[in-house]
Nanobody
């Protein structure tokens, strides 16, 4: 069982930055592909970014990452194995980035599909507004 706890959300002005953290307990995150998702009111949950598990990543030329088109060049997903934590650095934030952000873990190498993630955090609110 993996327990995930997100932190770092808040209110930020357009153009600002936030770093979300996802701390894990119960298992070593290096054995899991990780993803950040977001859900705005009235919208479906969507993938923001994902990063492959450490195990087997070298043989696959990894670690591999994926970014949703609207966040490419602005967001960066990373992992700190020593701290068992995954991060989402968000720069140049826009009002349309406003949502609840969730981190999730998958036993797969990595995935862009929410249905393939077995473990979820409780979410952290990000609001981009002037």
């Amino acid at each position: 069982q993996v327990q995930l706890v997100e932190s770092g959300g808040g209110l930020v002005q357009p153009g600002g930055s936030l770093r979300l953290s996802c701390a894990a307990s119960g298992r070593t995150l290096s054995n899991y592909g990780m993803g950040w998702f977001r859900q705005a009111p009235g919208n479906e949950r969507e993938i923001v970014a994902s990063i492959s598990k450490i195990v087997a990543s070298i043989s696959r030329g990894g670690p591999n990452t994926y970014y949703e088109d609207s966040v490419k060049g602005r967001f960066t997903i990373s992992r700190d194995n020593a701290k068992n934590t995954v991060y989402l650095q968000m720069n140049s934030l826009k009002p349309e980035d406003t949502a609840v952000y969730y981190c999730a873990a998958t036993r797969s190498y990595y995935s862009t599909s929410a249905t393939e993630y077995q473990y979820w955090g409780q979410g952290t609110q990000v609001t981009v507004s002037s």
